[in-house]
T-cell receptor, first 107, second 114 residues
Framework: AQSVTQLGSHVSVSEGALVLLRCNYS??????LFWYVQYPNQGLQLLLK??????LVKGINGFEAEFKKSETSFHLTKPSAHMSDAAEYFC?????FGQGTILTVHP | GAVVSQHPSWVICKSGTSVKIECRSL??????MFWYRQFPKQSLMLMAT?????????EQGVEKDKFLINHASLTLSTLTVTSAHPEDSSFYIC??????????FGPGTRLTVT
């Protein structure tokens, strides 16, 4: 069974700084990998997904993630954080979710 | 993107009563829906997979007699928590799935059992 691990339950960055949220997966088959964002009192929204093809995946709101098979990683990045990026982020496989990372952006 | 709604968004019930939560796909037909439970500051835990017109498939450890799932149409799946107890208090989330496992999530239902 596929498992997903997010490193760091809380990440804090300054506005304008690089955002890096880490995700590693465990699987013996080509994965389906997703990043979702959850704002307070809202449902999860899809940020981006990787199924096949290009390993660098671009999503909404300036986020992107790179599938690295050799490292079994799918880290989420954004070059410059905005205050509106503050939320909880979930890395997910087929039907398995990581523990979530709360992103705080301070002025 | 596809829109999934849940009703109610928040419900309080007394111990021993049953509560029904509805999950609707508003602008597409969902042959498969998923039900999750999310504990505070924890991740989503898959409870069951609901397929239209057939019995739901429950994950190990989930009591099928306690959490009744019905997927009677391509736009509606319901989760009924029977004989609710305080330990059933949680945030319940449904989603509609695609073949690629991309999911569209409802906003969730917060259940409080007193």
């Amino acid at each position: 069974a596929q498992s997903v691990t997010q490193l760091g339950s809380h990440v804090s960055v300054s506005e304008g700084a690089l955002v890096l949220l880490r995700c590693n997966y465990s699987s013996s088959v080509p994965p389906y990998l997703f990043w979702y964002v959850q704002y307070p009192n809202q449902g999860l929204q899809l940020l981006l997904k990787y199924t096949t093809g290009a390993t660098l995946v671009k999503g909404i709101n300036g986020f992107e993630a790179e599938f690295k098979k050799s490292e079994t990683s799918f880290h989420l990045t954004k070059p410059s954080a905005h205050m509106s990026d503050a939320a909880e982020y979930f890395c997910a496989g087929k039907l398995t979710f990581g523990q979530g990372t709360i992103l705080t952006v301070h002025p | 993107g596809a829109v999934v709604s849940q009703h109610p968004s928040w419900v309080i019930c007394k111990s021993g009563t049953s509560v029904k939560i509805e999950c609707r796909s508003l602008d597409f037909q969902a042959t498969t829906m998923f039900w999750y439970r999310q504990f505070p500051k924890q991740s989503l835990m898959l409870m069951a997979t609901s397929n239209e017109g057939s019995k739901a498939t429950y994950e190990q450890g989930v009591e099928k007699d306690k959490f009744l799932i019905n997927h009677a149409s391509l736009t509606l799946s319901t989760l009924t928590v029977t004989s609710a107890h305080p330990e059933d208090s949680s945030f319940y989330i449904c989603s509609a799935g695609q073949l690629t496992y991309e999911q569209y999530f409802g906003p969730g239902t917060r259940l409080t059992v007193t």
